[in-house]
């Protein structure tokens, strides 16, 4: 028997109910994984414009490419090409963490499907986000997801590592331990 798809109603009443919820949020999770032709619905919600529900939409969608990074694969031009819509550190942060995940399977894990699907133009839209990230007062996490994400694009652009080195020399002594410990980590990626 075949399932019938959620709306988008049904899938943000579903949001909306996780709470703290590990249960409803697995359940959710496994829906995605099991049901990939269900994430372009989940992306929409990631890119509403409504805060209460994107975040939960950005924050699921996190949870599902930890366990399957494949699963945004197809949808990655649609994904970033409205990542610089994010405004909130509760929908930047995941999605901050996925382009670190998709930039570790890119360069460090040398993925051939990620490779595949995350041409130039997606790497450079994630060099413009994660330099805006970088650049603009965002919390701690999002700002280290994009340090690692430019560290390992400036394999391949070699602008970057400069441009990236005057920031955290710049801003290192006001930052938090955390940003400070990133930093370092960063840092020293970076020398030849």
């Known amino acids: 028997m075949k399932t019938k798809p959620f709306s988008n109603f049904e899938l943000t009443e579903k949001l909306l109910a996780i709470g703290s919820s590990t249960e409803k949020r697995t359940k959710l999770v496994n829906l995605f994984l099991t049901k990939p032709a269900y994430l372009p619905m989940l992306l929409e919600l990631c890119f509403s414009g409504k805060p209460k529900i994107s975040a939960k939409a950005c924050r699921l969608l996190e949870f599902v490419c930890n366990i399957d990074l ?46 595949l699907h995350i041409l130039k133009p997606q790497r450079e839209k994630i060099i413009e986000t994660c330099f805006h990230w970088m650049l603009s007062d965002q919390k701690v996490a999002a700002q280290a997801h994009a340090m690692t994400c430019l560290q390992l694009l400036g394999t391949e652009f070699s602008w970057i590592h400069p441009e990236l080195k005057i920031i955290l020399d710049r801003n290192y002594a006001s930052k ?10 960063v840092l020293k990626k970076m020398k030849p």
């Open 70 to 115: 494949s699963i945004i694969l197809p949808y990655s031009k649609e994904f970033f090409s409205k990542i610089g819509l994010l405004e909130k550190d509760a929908e930047i942060r995941p999605a901050g963490k996925i382009c670190e995940l998709l930039m570790i399977a890119h360069y460090v894990k040398k993925d051939a499907a990620t490779q």
């Open 176 to 185: 938090s331990a955390g940003y400070q410990a990133r930093a370092r980590m």
